[in-house]
């Protein structure tokens, strides 16, 4: 069964320092991943995409995901936070690029501390 | 804007009454899903629709869920004989599996 783990249910982190927020997968096959960030009262965003291409991926508003397939892992980072940056992210896989359908973490809350 | 509208935003409803949500997305797409998000939990697979065929549906739809795209444009999600535990955010999303969703703002259900 493909699923998604997202280590941390909240993390907290001071304006200007670096944000890591972990997820690890399981697939049978080379997957799709992405994440996407909710703002509260507000859609889901995608922000940024792996699909078998380039291992480090960049995305919007600073972020960005690195895919490691030994560690099975897809941990999205930012160098610096803002405080718009609160919000909750969710780690997704689409586990065998043939399904029909998303496979979402159960999501990590960031807190932005000013 | 985010491409696709779902109508309405907040429905409160009594328990056992039926309800009926809307999803239109702005362009047109071949494939159409829908998810649900309970508090505090990821969206969960709901049912997929690649032009008005409903190719997909999770064990989590029971027979009093039924949804449809008659015109493989918008999209109904009906749920019948309400019961608390609906009470969510009922997503539409449209999009591919390679390049990713783009969400609705949602519908959030609540029975009382």
């Known amino acids: 069964a493909q699923s998604v783990t997202q280590l941390d249910s909240h993390v907290s982190v001071s304006e200007g320092t670096p944000v890591l927020l972990r997820c690890n997968y399981s697939?049978?096959?080379?997957?799709?991943l992405f994440w996407y960030v909710q703002h509260p009262n507000k859609g889901l965003q995608l922000l940024l995409k792996y699909t078998s291409a380039a291992t480090l991926v960049k995305g919007i508003n600073g972020f960005e995901a690195e895919f490691k397939k030994s560690e099975t892992s897809f941990h999205l980072t930012k160098p610096s936070a803002h405080m718009s940056d609160a919000a909750e992210y969710f780690c997704v896989v689409n586990p065998d690029n043939y399904g029909q359908n998303f496979v979402f973490g159960p999501g990590t809350r960031l807190s932005v501390l000013p | 804007d985010t491409g696709v509208s779902q109508d309405p935003r907040h429905k409160i409803t009594k328990r056992g009454q039926n309800v009926t949500f809307r999803c239109d997305p702005i362009?047109?797409?071949?494939?159409l899903y829908w998810y649900r998000q309970t508090l505090g939990q990821g969206p969960e697979f709901l049912t997929y629709?690649?032009?008005?065929?409903?190719?997909?549906k999770s064990r989590l739809l029971s027979d009093r869920f039924s949804a449809e795209r008659p015109k493989g444009s918008f999209s109904t999600l009906e749920i019948q004989r309400t019961e608390q535990g609906d009470s969510a955010m009922y997503l539409c999303a449209i999009g591919t599996d390679n390049y990713g969703y783009t969400f609705g703002s949602g519908t959030r259900l609540t029975v009382v």
């Open positions: 697939s049978s096959y080379s997957p799709s």
């Open positions: 629709f690649q032009n008005e065929a409903q190719l997909e």
């Open positions: 362009s047109e797409h071949n494939r």
